[in-house]
């Protein structure tokens, strides 16, 4: 499968502004992709949902989509699969690019904004679908080979093995915070066992084994904009921002839509 970056960055359009507003275009395509997949996600086995999006910044954009009980969404009159993402890219470019040239010289700063109110609206979403979910401990016993084969099940053995040497497996008690809001930090954290609990502005969201938290401060150098804290006993694997290259292009792109914050 291609990777998600690529594919996106590969829906040219005429736009023909500078390169550098180009690629941060694409990068909050990217975001904004992940963020909706997340919602989705985490909406599967309930009624459809008509949510819609005000963005606060870059002059009150609205984005209006429906997610499923299937853990797919649709963006109005365009609707997708997994192989669906340059589509996805396509109806979502117009957006973003408006807000990008609308902005300049700050586009980056409005872009990270815009990505920003995407990303709360989405938590506050999952916070509603999540809600009465219990914490799940983790399963006494299991190794993390197999806890990595029953929490990603789509990635192959050499996907799994590629993960397991790019990061450390770490333990962690119930009631230990993880992430701070506000603070910077290079590690993200592929949750194997346990529950955890996301403080965001959005809402208070738990998430399950499967999920993949903090990565944005990592990989942009940001403050971290949510709070992070274990609910109960936890296995992670911790993967620094610097050895994410490391990892296979697909793999990276079949757990993108796992990670939501």
């Keep these: 499968m291609p990777d998600m970056h690529d594919e996106i960055a590969g829906a040219s359009s005429s736009w023909s502004g500078p390169n550098e507003r180009t690629e941060a275009v694409d990068a909050a395509l990217v975001r904004i992709v992940r963020a909706l997949d997340a919602a989705a996600l985490h909406h599967e086995g309930k009624r459809p949902k008509r949510v819609e999006i005000v963005i606060e910044s870059a002059a009150q954009s609205l984005i209006e989509f429906e997610i499923g009980n299937d ?59 999540t809600e009465g979910d219990p914490a799940v401990p983790p399963v006494p016993g299991q190794t993390i080979d197999q806890l990595l084969e029953t929490v990603f099940p789509g990635l192959t053995a050499g996907d799994r093995s590629a993960l397991r040497a790019a990061t450390a497996a770490v333990e962690m008690g119930a009631g230990t915070t993880m992430f701070v809001e506000g603070t910077t930090g290079d590690e993200m954290l592929f949750l194997l066992g346990g529950t955890v609990s996301v403080d965001t502005r959005g ?38 921002a610097t050895d994410v290259a490391s990892l296979p292009k697909h793999v990276i792109d079949s757990l993108g839509s796992k990670i939501v914050i």
């Design 203 to 240: 809402g208070l969201v738990r998430l399950g084994p499967g999920s993949v938290v903090g990565e944005r401060s990592p990989l942009s150098g940001k403050p971290r904009d949510a709070t992070v804290r274990a609910i109960t006993d936890v296995v992670v694997l911790v993967l620094r």
């Design 71 to 129: 853990g797919r969404w649709t963006l109005e009159e365009g609707t997708w699969v997994d192989e669906g993402r340059l589509q996805r890219s396509r109806l979502l470019r117009p957006v973003v690019r408006g807000v990008a040239r609308g902005t300049r010289p700050h586009f980056v700063d409005a872009l990270d904004a815009l990505v920003r109110d995407i990303d709360v609206a989405c938590a506050a979403r999952i916070a509603i679908d």
